[in-house]
Structures are given as C-alpha cells and as structure tokens.
C-alpha cells in the first residue's frame, strides 16, 4: 500500500522541483525507504523469480519491483512486526504493543 502512495509522490517533488527549477530534487538525491514486515512481500520484491502460486500477482509486483533498486532511489526493508510503526494507524492493536509503538512515535 505504501508503494501506491510513493511513486506518485516522489513524481510530485520531482515535477515541483523541475517548475522551481531546483535542480536540487532529482532522481539521483531522491531516496526512499519501505518498511516492510512481511518477509513474503520481501522475497516477492527483491527476488525476480515467478512461480505457480505468485504468478496471479505478476502484473503489481512486476510494477513495483520494476521502482525498487539502489538505482531508483527506493529501497525495501525488514523491519520486525513488533517495531512497524504505521501498524498503529491501520490495526486495532492489543495495549501493550500500542503503548509500544506509541513510544516509537512520540518519544514517551
């Protein structure tokens, strides 16, 4: 989900750095982390291998792993389902992994 919102953002700064003529927003500078906790997800971005079960999700993938590389600027990443923070936004989480992620957050 992160990804739909990525791309047409990063296109965004880009366009808006070209009308300003800041030559300062450029593909080369523009870096962007995912976080992702789902090693699934992972293995399906990063390794460029097809097979009968995923072969259902090719065109998304095939899209979005075609946006990802040191190259592009974007680059995917583990991180662990206990520290994802964007999980208190999207889920109904048990009070000690919100009071956990809420720390993340906020700093307390």
């Known amino acids: 989900m992160s990804m739909r919102e990525l ?3 990063r296109a965004l700064l880009k366009e ?7 030559p ?3 593909d080369s500078l523009m870096r962007s982390t995912v976080f ?3 090693q699934g997800c992972l293995s399906l971005v990063n390794v460029p291998k097809m097979s009968a079960r995923n ?18 600027g974007i680059v995917a990443k583990y ?10 936004f999207t889920k109904g989480l048990p009070a000690p ?4 992620i809420r720390k993340l957050l906020m700093g307390w």
């Open 97 to 100: 992994q919100f009071a956990v």
């Open 55 to 72: 072969k259902y999700l090719a065109l998304k993938y095939h899209f979005f792993r075609s946006n990802i590389g040191e190259s592009k």
């Open 24 to 26: 300062v927003i450029t």
């Open 36 to 38: 992702e906790d789902n």
């Open 79 to 88: 991180i662990p389902t206990l520290e994802q923070r964007a999980d208190i």
């Open 7 to 9: 791309l047409p953002m």
């Open 16 to 22: 808006i750095g070209n009308k300003l003529h800041m």
